[in-house]
């Protein structure tokens, strides 16, 4: 070997390259979902006894018996007043007649009783009004077919006495008529104070019912020979 030759160096073994160190790093972006937690989570559990069909009819079945309930309770109060409202309406009805026939009356007899008659109505129709109204039930709220039914009856006893006068038997005609008619209204009174929930319309119809009779008898009492 030539002592002036230089050692050949062993070639070093290649190395890794080193990464690359970006410009700029950018960390990735995650959009986030409002609703994952409930996209993951187990559904609810629905109880056996009223989850499908069985459950929608049951609830059906429900509404409806609580709908009936509902009806039944509203037009309860209603019925208790029926009786009621027909005697306000009928005397409000007589007290009209009462003071168109009092003019064409020949009688003292019938004309001092239809007097009497005429403010018993008056106060009486009042006082049945003003519970009615204590009872939430309005005039307008009256049985309509009720109203229609009393409103003719009240025509055709007009209509009577209109021909009983033409014909110059109105006293007698009169007379007859409202005994029946004021027995009657006793009769309705009477079952009232028996039978009514209320104590405020068992008292007025008790009242009422005890005044009316002398009136109803002077009525039934009279003769053609009475002056």
Same mark, same amino acid.
């Given at each position: ?46 109880? +056996? ?102 409103? +003719? ?30 027995? +009657? ?9 028996? +039978? ?32």
């Amino acid at each position: 070997m030539d002592p002036n030759q230089q050692p050949v160096q062993p070639t070093p073994p290649p190395q890794p390259a080193m990464p690359q160190t970006p410009s700029s790093y950018t960390a990735p972006v995650q959009e986030y979902d409002p609703n994952y937690l409930d996209s993951i989570a187990p559904p609810p559990q629905q109880g +056996k006894f009223l989850s499908g069909t069985f459950g929608k009819v049951f609830w059906i079945l429900v509404g409806v018996f609580v709908l009936a309930v509902s009806f039944i309770i509203a037009f309860s109060g209603k019925d208790e007043t029926a009786d009621l409202q027909q005697v306000s309406v009928r005397l409000d009805n007589f007290s009209k007649t009462a003071k168109t026939v009092q003019k064409n009356l020949k009688s003292k007899t019938l004309t001092s009783n239809n007097g009497n008659f005429q403010l018993w109505l008056v106060g009486n129709q009042t006082a049945g009004e003003e519970l009615l109204k204590k009872g939430g039930v309005s005039k307008t709220e009256y049985n309509k077919t009720m109203v229609k039914s009393e409103k +003719k009856f009240a025509s055709d006893l007009d209509a009577k006495f209109e021909d009983a006068r033409l014909s110059a038997r109105l006293n007698r005609v009169y007379a007859s008529t409202m005994a029946a008619e004021t027995q +009657k209204i006793i009769n309705i009174l009477n079952s009232m104070a028996k +039978k009514n929930k209320s104590k405020q319309i068992r008292d007025y119809a008790s009242n009422a019912s005890a005044n009316l009779v002398p009136i109803q008898k002077i009525f039934d009492d009279y003769t053609e020979t009475a002056n």
